[in-house]
Structure formats: structure tokens, C-alpha cells
């Protein structure tokens, strides 16, 4: 299993982002799969679900309305789209997903939102 986040970076208070997350190794089309962040000093916090399919979301009440999270199984690929963003959404963002009872994690993309 690999996942590979990409599209974090420094954007500006109300600013924009879409994070990627490029997963090998497995089906990818039959797990669901995760967002996680973890912010500076604090503990990692789930973000948001989608199922295999991409019919189910499910958001942290957090970035309810804010992030949208989708995948396209074509390209074994996993979005997280982030508008409305607020310094307290600074982390790092990882990817995840749950296989054979064992919990995987992408390496992480920085997010920053600061002016």
C-alpha cells in the first residue's frame, strides 16, 4: 500500500485549497477511504470519509460545509477540496485507509493558513 499526498501549501485566511492523495498497492475502488490532520502540537483528528463508491461522505463537524471530499477510481485518487479556510485548519494533512484490520497513512502535505 502507498499513498501519496500532494497540494498543500500556504494560502491566505478565507483562501482555497485541493488536497490529492494518489493511492498503489491495492483496489483502491473497494475501500473507503480517509482524511486525517494532525495540527501543530495537538493530536492527529479524523476529517472526512467516503465510501468505495463515493455515494457516502461523512465530514468532522469542524469542516462541515467547508471541505468536500470525492475520489475518482479511475485514477485511484482521493480529493479533499478546502474553501473557507482558518488559520485553526493549519496541519498536517494525511490520507488513510483501513486494510486486513491494519491502518495505513500517506507521508502528509502541509497546510498553512496564515496572512
Known amino acids: 500500500v502507498q499513498l501519496v499526498e500532494s497540494g498543500g501549501g500556504l494560502v491566505q485566511p478565507g483562501g482555497s485549497l485541493r488536497l490529492s492523495c494518489a493511492a498503489s498497492?491495492?483496489?483502491?475502488?473497494?475501500?473507503?477511504m480517509n482524511w486525517y490532520r494532525q495540527p501543530p502540537g495537538k493530536e492527529r483528528e479524523w476529517v472526512a470519509t467516503?465510501?468505495?463508491?463515493?455515494?457516502?461522505?461523512n465530514y468532522a463537524d469542524s469542516v462541515k460545509g467547508r471541505f468536500t471530499i470525492s475520489r475518482d477510481n479511475a485514477k485511484d485518487t482521493v480529493y479533499l477540496q478546502m474553501k473557507s479556510l482558518n488559520p485553526e485548519d493549519t496541519a498536517v494533512y494525511y490520507c488513510?485507509?483501513?486494510?486486513?484490520?491494519?491502518?495505513?497513512w500517506g507521508q502528509g502535505t502541509q497546510v498553512i493558513v496564515s496572512s
Open positions: 488513510s485507509l483501513i486494510k486486513q484490520g491494519r491502518r495505513y
Open positions: 498497492g491495492f483496489t483502491f475502488s473497494t475501500y473507503n
Open positions: 467516503i465510501s468505495s463508491t463515493g455515494i457516502t461522505t
